[in-house]
Every structure is written in C-alpha cells, then in structure tokens.
C-alpha cells in the first residue's frame, strides 16, 4: 500500500484500517469494537477484547517455533559481559519471576514500580508484569530518590524491583541506598522489594522486605498467562509536564500491541528475525516501545546495551555492536551521533568493523540538526531517518515510513504524517497555519491505537493538559509547520518542557530543587541551547533580602541540590544570582524571551513585561555561556 492510501484510509475509516492491523495480535476474545467513541474526547480501543501482551512477544513465537531464536541479546561493554536469550529462555525466565511477582500479591491491575539500570532482569519484570496484567511503572535510573519517591506515591506499587546498582563509565551509581530514601520519603509503602545484587555494588537486604532476585527465582512456580481487557493498562510511564509534579502516561494492552506491531514493519521495515536496536534506556518509552514491546510483538532480535556512544571504550562503540550482532536497524537519539562525531570527527573507527548488515539509522527525541544528519548519511551511507514521537504517544507521529512507500528525505524535517495521526498546525484561535507559518502542532482527535487514552487516575488533568487548549485536538506541546509538500518541521517545545541529551525534563522540578534553599526568594530554570546535549538547563535566583552570603559557595550548594533531588541526568552545571528576574504584569516569569536571549536570538520584549530594566539588567549574564 502506498503511503497516501494508508493515510487516507486510516483518517477517513479508522475501524477497517485498524481491524486489519489487529489481525497481528493473538486475541484470547476478538474485539467487539474496533474505535469506541461513546465517551468521547476519552476514545478507547479494541473494546471487549482480550489478550495478553506477554503472549504476544514470548509464548507464542515459542510456539510458532522461534524458541531457539534470539530473542534479547544483552551487550555490556561496562561490566565487559554479553549474553544471548533466545525466546525460550527468555520465555523461562519471564514464567518464573511471574511467579515470583504472584507470590508477592501482585496481580492484575496491580502496580509494580521498576527502577533498575540496563540489565536483561528489567526485561524480565517488565514483561512477567504484563505476564499478570500487573502494571509496570518503570523509573529511569537516573533520577533522584525524591523523584522516585513521587512517583511511588502516584503509582501505589505492590512491590518495587531494583538492583544494587547502575554502572556509569565513570562510576558505579549505587541505587540501593536511593531506593532505601525514596522509600522512606514516599507515603506509600510496598509490601516487598526484588532486589538483583549486582557484584559491582552488593547491598544488604531489609529483612521481611526485601528479596533477592536470585534466590526468589530459585524458589517459584512459573506463572501463566493472564488474559487482560484490551483496554486494561499495561504500563503507567511517569514523563515531565510543565510543573515539578510528573504525568502518569498510561498505555493500554489491545491499541498498543496493535500499533507497535503494525510500526515495525510500516515504520521502521523490521521482519520477525531481524535484528533490532534501540540504544536508548529502558526508563524512557523509546525503551519500553523498540527495546522491549516492539520487536518482541513481532518475533525479531533486540539488543539491549549498557554502555555509551563514547567512553565504552570508545566512539566505535556502536560500529562494534552493529558488526558483532548484525544490526539491521538502529534507533537512537541525535545527541548519541554528536557525541560520536565530536570524538571521532571523520568516524576513522568504522573502519575497523563490517556495519554492512545496518539498512537504516533511526533518530527521535529531540530535533536532528541539519549537521548531524548530513554527518550520520555521509559517515553511514545509509537513509538517516528523522521521526518525531513523544512519550503520551508511544509510537511515531510523523516519519518516512519505510515499510510503506519512503519518501525524499528533508534535513530538518521528520517527513510526513504517520497514519492515524491526523495532524494539525494551528494558529492561536485554532484555525490552521498556512504552509510555512509556525503555529502548535495539534492532532485531530481520535488519537490512534497505543496512544495515552488518559493520565494514571487523572482524567481532569489529562483534559487540562492536551485537550482543553483546541477542543477536538491533542496538543502536543511542540510548535512547527509544515510546508509546501506537506513535510512536517517540528521547531521545539512551546512550553517548559526540557530536552537534554534526549532525555525530556521539567524545569519545574529543577526549579522546586533551588526554590528549596533557605536564601532563595525566586528562581527560574530555562533550557539553553548546547552543541552536544540540545539543551542544558541554566538556572537563575534571586536571593532574600539581607541573606549575605558567598555567592561562589552558594552556586555549588545549588548545583548540588538539584543534582540530589532531580539526579544527575538533569545536567544543571550553571546557576546565576541576579538581581531581578523578569515578569509580566500578572507576574509570570519570562522564561521564554530569557532562553531566547540566552541562545543569541533577537528576543522581541513582550508588552506585558512588568518592568523592562529587570530584562536589560539580565541580558549580559543571559548572553555569557560556561
Ligand atoms: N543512572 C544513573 N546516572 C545516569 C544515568 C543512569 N541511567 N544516565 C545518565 N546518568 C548520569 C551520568 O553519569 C551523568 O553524570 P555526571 O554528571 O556525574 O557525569 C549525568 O547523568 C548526565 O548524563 P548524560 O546526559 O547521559 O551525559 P553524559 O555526558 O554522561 O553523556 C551522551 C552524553 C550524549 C553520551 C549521553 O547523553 C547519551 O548517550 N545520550 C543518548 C541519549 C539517549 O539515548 N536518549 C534516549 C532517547 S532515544
Ligand atoms: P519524550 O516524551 O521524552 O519522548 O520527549 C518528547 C519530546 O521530544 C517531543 O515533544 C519533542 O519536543 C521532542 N522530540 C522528540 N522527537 C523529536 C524529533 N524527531 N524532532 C524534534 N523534536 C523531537
């Protein structure tokens, strides 16, 4: 099917392209409905269904016959270890921590909060979770404990599953004693934790509470699979809004097996037996979507890789990777490629390995510059495809859909609207831009199957985030247009949504973080613009009257808090004190004409600012860099 069928058809009868995509899910009770828009803006999809996901990646490929085939290949260049599951181990392994979860007291519709580094074991509970139709929460293991501590609070977890810790290049990152304070921060508490001890960092246990992964698993029963309702949650992921306090995306079993499957093979041109890789973190929904769900639904190979673009050992890393498993698509974010190239600039060390097996390199999360596209397709010398997604979708909203008919690539653009995706630029009174002209990048509702129905146990917010703005639309939160040919640009977040080195954040929690100093009586964190991360964040305070204190020490202390109270991965390496920070007249802080002036733009001064002398004042600190 070309690409201009696929789209026409699945905007103008989504239940006869959708009812055909579900005929790749295995269904324990086929679907009553394909779209149920009874309580519309809240659609819901393959109504009266029933499956179960974890059949879907594992049982029944084993059954099909690919048990003997790769189903996870775990690379570790940190702890210099690699090791294959085919899908019958995997398959075992899933049964059995089933078990253990079950022996717990979790089950379906129970939460299971996982904060674990990049080990084969953070598969495993992922999907004996699904296995239950228990649903995981998945907390990137970069942040802090208080930001774990929220979101337990939000999620109300049966039980945690953690490892003693992560492994950065430069550090063992011990996430034992950050779930020890998480928990005793956290109102709620779970009966139980699993915890993997890793010999990097062995910890002790808390007796009664805790487990041993290893010794658990020596001790249960295998579990079977439990059918769920297609619009059972599968998973709730936790993802930066515009305030400190995180958003619960909740994603269902039926919509997001369909769409998953039906986007490796249309988007990403992946078959069962393939070789798949998504170098990013299972605590991000590229991990949970292309590491985990995506490839297994489909019966092909994933990698999952702990280690870095540089530093493990070096900038081959990934050449290596592709070579020794024979890599057909790799999916990663384009800081990865900046990283790369700044270490290795003409990319001599591909030299040393066959990358023959790679078709297509894959980037999203943050926008591809020009640069780094041009770069990655010269050094590669295969198609470098931009797609844009975000973590309420799951899946990619615009691509070049190379399972379908792949289109032209435009440096800067990720191409086309993907099918079910109806999008939308519009202009402040919601009518849409003209070609050319920038407005927010909406999507006409429905949203298509493995998008967010809702917010965890939040509808009213999930209303006021993404649907109040234009009734009958889903705001993304990003802004762009689209041209002449129908290419989408995507220019970057219209609110203060973060995005460093791919990793999406909220300037508001980092803004809680210095706000919580005892001599701060205002701050604000923008985003600025960084040659290898995107975007940093730079903060800026304004001190109490009369504090008298050593400014030096004080911007240490700050940058500390953050880092202890958001995690290392927010990045926050600079704070000003300033005398003022600028306003509107309601008394709203100008973040975006600060980060406008920051990254040398010709910032026009609203006609609401409060006292334009405060935003004058401000200009040469905003305007130095490091
Ligand atoms: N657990 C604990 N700490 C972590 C972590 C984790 N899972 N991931 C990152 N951190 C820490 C890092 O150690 C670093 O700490 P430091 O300040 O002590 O050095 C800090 O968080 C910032 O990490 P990062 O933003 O990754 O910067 P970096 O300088 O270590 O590496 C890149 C830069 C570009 C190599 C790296 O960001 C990268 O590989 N990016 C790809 C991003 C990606 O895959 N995104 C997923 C979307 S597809
Ligand atoms: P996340 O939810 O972490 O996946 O982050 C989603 C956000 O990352 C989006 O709203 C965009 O701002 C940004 N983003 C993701 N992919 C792209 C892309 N291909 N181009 C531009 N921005 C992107």
């Not at 501590?149 to 810790?165: F, G, K, L, Q, Y």
């Not at 599968?234 to 993802?239: D, E, G, P, R, V």
């Not at 026009?604 to 040469?620: K, N, Y």
Request: glycine fraction near 10%; include cysteine; aromatic fraction near 8%.
């Amino acid at each position: 099917m070309s690409y201009a069928d696929a789209f026409a058809k699945s905007i103008a009868d989504p239940d006869g392209f959708w009812g055909q995509a579900a005929e790749a899910v295995t269904w324990d009770r086929a679907p009553a409905k394909v779209l149920d828009d009874g309580a519309a803006p809240f659609y819901r999809w393959f109504a009266g269904g029933e499956l179960n996901t974890c059949h879907n990646a594992l049982d029944r490929h084993v059954a099909g016959g690919r048990g003997d085939q790769a189903a996870l290949i775990y690379d570790s260049p940190v702890t210099g270890t690699a090791r294959t599951y085919t899908y019958a181990e995997l398959l075992e392994q899933v049964a059995r921590f089933a078990g253990v979860l079950r022996s717990l007291g979790a089950g379906k519709g129970d939460r299971v909060v996982i904060y674990m580094p990049m080990v084969p074991e953070a598969v495993v509970a992922m999907l004996a979770c699904a296995r239950l139709g228990a649903v995981h929460s998945v907390v990137f293991g970069g942040f802090a404990p208080r930001e774990l501590a929220v979101r337990i609070d939000d999620a109300r977890p049966a039980v945690v599953v953690s490892a003693t810790c992560g492994i950065e290049p430069s550090r063992i990152v011990e996430y034992k004693p950050m779930l020890d304070s998480a928990l005793e921060m956290a109102e709620h508490t779970p009966a139980h934790c699993v915890i993997l001890q890793r010999e990097q960092a062995p910890a002790t246990l808390v007796p009664g509470r805790d487990l041993d992964w290893h010794e658990a698993m020596a001790a249960a029963e295998p579990a079977e699979c439990v059918p769920v309702a297609a619009t059972d949650p599968l998973y709730i992921l936790y993802t930066s809004g515009t305030t400190g306090k995180p958003k619960g995306v909740v994603r269902d079993n039926g919509g997001h097996a369909v769409a998953l499957l039906w986007s490796m093979r249309n988007v990403y041109d992946i078959a069962p037996g393939e070789v798949f890789w998504a170098a990013s973190d299972v605590g991000w929904v590229v991990g949970h979507s292309y590491i985990v769900y995506g490839p297994l639904l489909l019966g092909a190979t994933s990698i999952l890789y702990e280690g870095k673009p540089v530093g493990t050992p070096d900038a081959g890393a990934f050449w290596r990777v592709i070579s020794d498993y024979g890599v057909n698509a790799l999916f990663t974010a384009p800081t990865a490629f900046r990283a790369i190239k700044k270490e290795d600039p003409e990319a001599s060390l591909l030299a040393e390995h066959d990358i023959s097996s790679l078709r297509t390199l894959f980037l999203a999360g943050e926008r591809l510059d020009p640069d780094t596209y041009h770069w990655a397709t010269d050094r590669l010398g295969v198609p470098v495809v931009d797609h844009w997604w975000q973590t309420e979708t799951g899946w990619a909203v615009a691509a070049n859909l190379r399972g379908l008919d792949p289109m032209p690539i435009k440096p800067g653009s990720p191409t086309v609207p993907v099918p079910g995706y109806d999008v939308r630029v519009l202009d402040i009174v919601g009518e849409r831009c003209a070609p050319g002209v920038d407005g927010a990048i909406c999507v006409r509702l429905p949203l298509p199957p493995g998008t967010l129905p809702t917010l965890w146990r939040d509808d009213e917010r999930y209303l006021a985030s993404y649907l109040s703005a234009y009734p009958g639309y889903y705001l993304t939160g990003d802004g762009g247009h689209v041209d002449e040919d129908g290419y989408l640009f995507v220019m970057g977040r219209t609110d203060d949504v973060i995005n460093v080195a791919g990793h999406r954040l909220s300037t508001g929690s980092m803004e809680a973080a210095l706000a919580g100093h005892p001599a701060v009586a205002e701050c604000a964190v923008i985003g600025v613009a960084d040659e290898l991360k995107g975007q940093v964040p730079r903060g800026l305070v304004v001190l109490k009257s009369g504090v008298e204190i050593d400014h030096g020490s004080l911007r240490d202390e700050l940058v500390r808090m953050v880092r202890d109270q958001v995690g290392a991965v927010a990045g926050l390496k600079r704070v000003d004190i300033v005398p003022g920070l600028p306003k509107t007249r309601s008394g709203k802080i100008l973040r975006k004409t600060m980060r406008g002036i920051a990254d040398g733009a010709d910032e026009p001064v609203p006609s609401t600012i409060e006292d334009a002398s405060v935003l004058d004042a401000l200009r040469p600190v905003l305007r130095t860099h490091r």
